[in-house]
């Protein structure tokens, strides 16, 4: 593509002549990544600035910098267009869109956002469109996987060009739908900007990210950025029993699907039944009323089945491929994923890293447990500070005893987060153990028979962020590790 070409909707400035004609063949905004015949965006993140950059991305062959209007360049390559942009991160998408010639336009794509479930209902609905004979593939916290690629990825939703280059292999290997996971800060960075979502969930909303979007209004803004842009098309399911969920009707213009479970709505659950190999409800329609058994545990996981089924429908998946997809999947991973040895208690490791999640997962295993329920977890460093005290305060009103540890404390002190934490308590039944290791094994010395312990809030991460290094950390390879 030539320059001239790809800038002509969306850089309203004239480029020297010479450079017009010059052939663009890629973008990036991360100068490692940055090629021979590309164009590099110089965006100002919150630790490091791009700009910074530019000579390591010219080096390496990028024909175009895309900076900030205000940035001041002292001296450059003659050779280099410099573009100067009002925006850095929508120019990015914009042209991202060009070179790859807006690839979702032959895929249809799910997005999922919320504070918790997104993960869950991601794989829900692979599994639904597995089981309907379609090939799909997934984009979101655990990596990126299609047909047979599985692709490590560091954020929840990756760059712009990323996913442009994701959901172009994906249409070269002929998958046609695509489930993305959408966070907040994914949308407030314009990372997804101009990619037309045929459907769109909201989950639900609750405290985390604070220390980035600094109040819950801010929070909604963000989440609310996916249902604004989309369509008249388009299709929105939307938790209607989460109070945010009810203002994100007012946000869009798309067709809305609701569901929930104590409010009314189009796709709901009743006759709920949980245990701990399972859950069991009927799920209702105008049209149906049908048993759904799953493996899944816990009420937040019926809602999460009932994000899945709302937007399957409304796709046009039958009923029949539907509750087949649901029984078909087994558990998500380091989603109250079971550890299964030949220990007589029970053990679950869990993403839970809010105080609403915690406190769903752990209101789950209370409703099911026969024994104590121990749990092991902690909080991040460098994060939102002001969750720590309401972490501790739902491990005191809702398990039996409780072990606080390391969960990545980053620059911040370990003892200190832990005692934050542990203000949050009203009694001393817990213990501070900050190797996560040591506390893991010491949760399974108390255990007995039909006990539960929930090591909580890594999930399927298998890494340790520490003050000076990232270490290996796995919480499932660990409770393996002790129980042997």
């Known amino acids: 593509m030539k320059l001239k070409d790809l800038l002509k909707d969306i850089y309203s400035f004239e480029i020297e002549e010479h450079f017009q004609l010059y052939d663009i063949h890629g973008i990036s905004c991360d100068s490692r990544d940055a090629q021979e015949g590309g164009i590099f965006v110089a965006i100002r993140g919150s630790g490091v ?123 070269i290997r002929n998958v046609r739908d695509c489930i993305m996971e959408v966070s907040s800060h994914a949308l407030d960075q314009d990372r997804v900007l101009g990619i037309d979502f045929k459907t769109a969930i909201f989950t639900n909303l609750t405290q985390d990210h604070l220390d980035y979007h600094q109040s819950m209004e801010s929070y909604f803004l963000a989440k609310s950025k996916l249902f604004s842009t989309l369509s008249k098309d388009s299709c929105a399911v939307i938790n209607t029993d989460d109070v945010w969920g009810q203002k994100m009707i007012e946000r869009t213009q798309a067709k809305v699907i609701t569901y929930g479970i104590d409010r009314q709505a189009d796709i709901m659950a009743s006759d709920i039944s949980l245990a701990l190999n399972g859950s069991r409800f009927i799920l209702k329609t105008n049209d149906v009323h049908s048993e759904f058994e799953t493996t899944l545990i816990g009420r937040h996981n019926i809602y999460n089945i009932l994000a899945a089924v709302a937007a399957c429908l409304n796709y046009g998946v039958s009923f029949e491929d539907i509750q087949s997809g649901i029984e078909y999947l087994n558990f998500i991973s380091g989603r109250l994923e079971p550890i299964i040895e030949d220990q007589n208690f029970f053990i679950f490791v869990d993403y839970a890293h809010t105080d609403d999640a915690l406190k769903n997962v752990l209101q789950t295993l209370q409703d099911v447990k026969t024994g104590k329920l121990i749990v092991v977890f902690g909080c991040g460093g460098d994060r939102d500070k002001t969750k720590r005290i309401k972490m501790g305060a739902v491990a005191s009103a809702l398990s039996d005893f409780a072990i606080i540890t390391n969960d990545n404390p980053r620059s911040e002190n370990p003892q200190e987060i832990a005692h934050k934490i542990s203000s949050g308590f009203d009694h001393d039944r817990y213990l501070m153990i900050l190797d996560r290791r040591e506390a893991i094994k010491k949760a399974f010395s108390m255990a007995e028979k039909n006990d539960i312990v929930l090591i909580a809030g890594k999930g399927h991460e298998n890494y340790q962020i520490l003050k000076h290094e990232t270490i290996h950390f796995d919480d499932r390879q660990a409770a393996r590790e002790c129980l042997a």
């Not at 390496?60 to 900030?68: L, P, Q, R, S, T």
């Not at 991160?89 to 997104?118: D, H, M, S, V």
């Not at 593939?137 to 996913?163: E, R």
């Open 49 to 171: 600035d791009g700009a910074d950059f530019i000579d390591e991305a010219i080096s390496k062959g990028a024909v175009a910098v895309a900076i900030d209007q205000n940035e001041v360049i002292n001296s450059f390559n003659k050779n280099v267009c410099i573009l100067k942009v009002e925006n850095t991160r929508k120019f990015l998408a914009e042209a991202a869109g060009q070179i790859y010639n807006f690839p979702w336009e032959q895929i249809n794509c799910f997005g999922i956002t919320g504070t918790n479930g997104k993960t869950t209902i991601s794989y829900l609905i692979e599994s639904i469109l597995k089981s309907a004979q379609r090939k799909c593939g997934v984009i979101g916290t655990i990596n990126c996987h299609y047909s047979g690629q599985v692709i490590p990825i560091n954020n929840t939703t990756p760059s712009i060009v990323d996913i442009c280059h994701y959901l172009t292999d994906m249409k």
